[in-house]
């Protein structure tokens, strides 16, 4: 499944929070820009970055927030009918850290300060939808989300990462752009460490760079980033599994009733079969017979299912991720699976059409 970032080897925490004051949102910029230099130079930590919502946290949504923008050059228009992207605070290391790539541009570094020109980086969707026709690296953007008076909102384009499904896999990646924290302070913000080192092991680096900077902050535990990831798709696999749970009901069911309506055939056409054979038809052909009109019938509701699958992809589009409502796989294995299992509760009815006495089942009034 493809999530736009690498969560191997990738450990989060969840939150690293100042206290909530003005005072707090002033020298938070300063905080977490120590406090990642100091991790960055712990042995066994290859990138650490900062964010304030992880990719596929369910809580992401509430702290980043929506953010109307006009583009330089282009007509202002009303705020309510201005484009808008998510916003996201982060720090230059997180796109190294959480295996975002770089498409065109650069990354955030030393230079984007408090007090330096704004910049922005922007998501590849982003880039797709608003310049469709032009190079947006070196554009001029104004968005009118800011946090503190003075913060810069006219920033210039200076890079292109590739596209994440920040908030949730059965989204399509959505337009994104990215503010270095140094001009947009957070007071709160999750850490995207890559490392090979162990939880525990992280847990007391991380606590021990926390507490040398703010005693008082509180350290929540680590968790692996494929944990996070996990959990995303948590609640979409248990209904992958209840659906297949009454698929697989509905295809024994299905199975159930063929072989009851083949072995009802069977009984009531018994008088005919044994004419046949009778009259030279061998037990192989006449049991062929009979499953040819078994596997019509399941021939033709498998035409029928793949119709009604093609008529409702819009539909299975909202349901699926990491496959397509149209997945070609899918389409061609489902029926003949279908097939398969009608085939199997077709032939067991069938095979009594061997043991037919063709003299009895001709003058027997029963049959």
Known sequence: METGFRPAAVVTVDRIELPRSRSALSRSGAFFDQLLARLRDAPGIEAVGATIGLPLDPRARFFVDDSTFSIARRPLLPVGQRSSAALHVVSGDYFAAAGIPLKRGRWFDARDRSGAPGVVVINETMARVY??????LGQTLTHDLTILPGQPAIRQIVGIVGDVRHFGLDRSPEPQMFIPHLQMPWPSMALVIRTSLPNDRINTVVRDAVHALDATVPVPP???????????????????????????AALLLAMVGLYGTIAFSVHQRT???????ALGASPEQTTRLV????????????ALGVAGAAAVTRVLATMLFGVGPTDPTTLVMAPLSVIIVAGVACYLPARRVRRIEPLKALTDDAA
């Open 271 to 277: 008088r005919e079969l044994g004419l046949r054979m």
């Open 131 to 136: 310049w469709p026709n032009e190079d947006p």
């Open 291 to 302: 499953l040819a009109s078994g596997l019509k019938l399941a021939g033709v509701g498998a």
């Open 222 to 248: 680590p968790r692996p980033m494929e944990q996070v990831v996990s959990e995303a798709v948590g609640q979409p696999r248990f209904r992958a599994w209840l659906v297949g749970l009454f698929a697989s």
